[in-house]
């Protein structure tokens, strides 16, 4: 079993929709879980992090955590053409010295 | 200010042989990470540096990988004798705080292909 996973995608949304990516982790002693977006060919911009269970709201995008469930979810609202990318959920190791990460959910918005 | 740069971007290399790739930091960045991609997969971590303590090198994938980083600026990542699994993007990343809870600011990557 992966330590993060996410479903691989495409994941196709209209434009002005929601956009949810889901993500789950094995580790339940990890603490800190992030949401990367990478353009292809670039490198990877942090979007959020998120530590406490809940919402976590900036702008556009929420990230929910839910411990118990062992879930990290990233709900995009409104959708752009420019927020078609591919989106990376990592956990920090219940250590602290190690991160892992899934493997991407690749996120396509269609106009 | 300059980002975080890293150096060659693109090494093309026979199995067996070493290398070394570097990464230049934000400066004033007191942590430094390593990881590196393969083509269409997620980032695997590998190292991380944080102020002047000895780095956790239980990431790192063998024996043949190291890093040091120098004055606490510059860090080098040495591969020796490539394998051809060795053949990724090695990405490098800053931030201004330790822990992986501050912004990680990444450099461009170095391409590695092990021929």
């Known amino acids: 079993q992966k330590e993060v996973e996410q479903n691989s995608g495409p994941l196709s949304v209209p434009e002005g929709a929601i956009a949810s990516l889901n993500c789950t982790y094995s580790?339940?002693?990890?603490?800190?879980f992030f949401w990367y977006r990478q353009y292809s060919g670039k490198s990877p911009e942090l979007i959020m992090f998120?530590?406490?269970?809940g919402d976590k709201e900036d702008g556009r995008f929420t990230a929910q955590l839910n411990k118990a469930s062992q879930y990290v979810s990233l709900l995009i609202r409104d959708s752009q053409p420019s927020d078609s990318a591919t989106y990376l959920c990592?956990?920090?190791?219940?250590?602290?010295?190690?991160?892992?990460f899934g493997s991407g959910t690749r996120l396509s918005i269609r106009p | 200010g300059a980002g975080v740069s890293q150096s060659p971007s693109n090494k093309v290399t026979e199995k067996g042989k070493d290398v070394e790739l570097r990464c230049d930091p934000i400066?004033?960045?007191?942590?430094l990470y390593w990881y590196r991609q393969s083509l269409g997969q997620g980032l695997e971590f590998l190292i991380y540096?944080?102020?002047?303590?000895?780095?956790?090198k239980s990431g790192l994938p063998s024996d043949r990988f190291s890093a040091e980083r120098t004055g606490g600026s510059v860090s080098t990542l040495t591969i020796q004798r490539t394998q051809q699994e060795d053949s990724a993007v090695y990405l490098c990343?800053?931030?201004?705080?330790?822990?992986?809870?501050?912004?990680?600011?990444f450099g461009p990557g170095t391409r590695l292909t092990v021929l």
């Open positions: 990592a956990a920090l190791y219940s250590s602290a010295s190690k991160i892992i």
């Open positions: 400066s004033g960045h007191t942590a």
């Open positions: 998120i530590y406490s269970n």
């Open positions: 540096f944080q102020g002047n303590s000895a780095p956790d």
């Open positions: 580790d339940r002693g990890s603490q800190s």
């Open positions: 990343a800053s931030s201004l705080a330790e822990g992986f809870t501050d912004t990680q600011y």
